[in-house]
């Protein structure tokens, strides 16, 4: 992957549109919030079942995210549309933090390793509302191999990004945020474009 590049088109995809990304994440930090706020503090079952709900708006940011990769307009609104395969983003949510805090227990270094491999899951099931949680954590293992120490240092070059929220009290979050969204959705579409798709179209043919 060349990072300028990617960096480089995600800035140019966010540009005009910050005000639309800024009421998009203040949207869901209010929800994830007044979520934690009511029904978190019920005793026991609070908790799970308000990050139930939040997972979905994750996974609807996500959607976002991708599409605005792929060169298309998003309204706030569609943060919402992870809810249309809900069940889908609670499970891969729920797999991807499970197995990576069971190996983050064997070994941190091998944890991390781990968490790598699965980074494309959420990416690879938001495209994919067909495929089961565990298929797309195996289809992220299988497009990581080789990939992970690329995604390790493309996270390493926003250190100085999140340095700069840190002393701006949060405030240069604002354009940060989705900066770095973009350029990781970005950098999936350059590793899966259109992949999996291509293989189920394969496959039909073959067949």
Excluded at 3 to 30: N, P
Excluded at 50 to 76: E, L, N, R, T
Excluded at 139 to 156: A, P, Q, R, T
Excluded at 174 to 201: F, G, H, S
Aim: net charge neutral; charged share 20%; with cysteine.
């Amino acid at each position: 992957m060349n990072r300028v590049e990617l960096k480089e088109r995600a800035k140019a995809q966010i540009s005009g549109k910050i005000g639309k990304y800024f009421l998009t994440y203040l949207a869901y930090v209010c929800l994830a919030t007044a979520l934690s706020l009511t029904v978190g503090l019920i005793p026991f079952a609070g908790s799970i079942v308000a990050s139930a709900a939040a997972y979905p708006m994750m996974f609807g940011i996500i959607m976002i995210c991708i599409a605005v990769a792929d060169g298309k307009d998003f309204k706030v609104a569609d943060m919402f549309n992870g809810y249309y395969d809900w069940w889908g983003a609670i499970k891969t949510y729920f797999f991807v933090g499970l197995f990576t805090t069971l190996w983050m227990l064997l070994l941190i270094i091998p944890g991390i390793v781990k968490a790598y491999s699965y980074r494309l899951a959420l990416y690879i099931k938001a495209e994919n509302k067909e495929m089961g949680a565990l298929e797309a954590i195996r289809k992220s293992k299988e497009i990581m191999n080789g990939h992970k120490l690329e995604w390790f240092v493309l996270d390493l070059s926003f250190i100085g990004w999140i340095l700069l929220i840190c002393v701006t009290f949060g405030i240069a979050a604002i354009w940060v945020t989705p900066y770095m969204d973009i350029t990781y959705a970005n950098a999936y579409r350059k590793m899966c474009p259109k992949a999996l798709e291509a293989e189920v179209a394969e496959e039909i043919t073959e067949e």
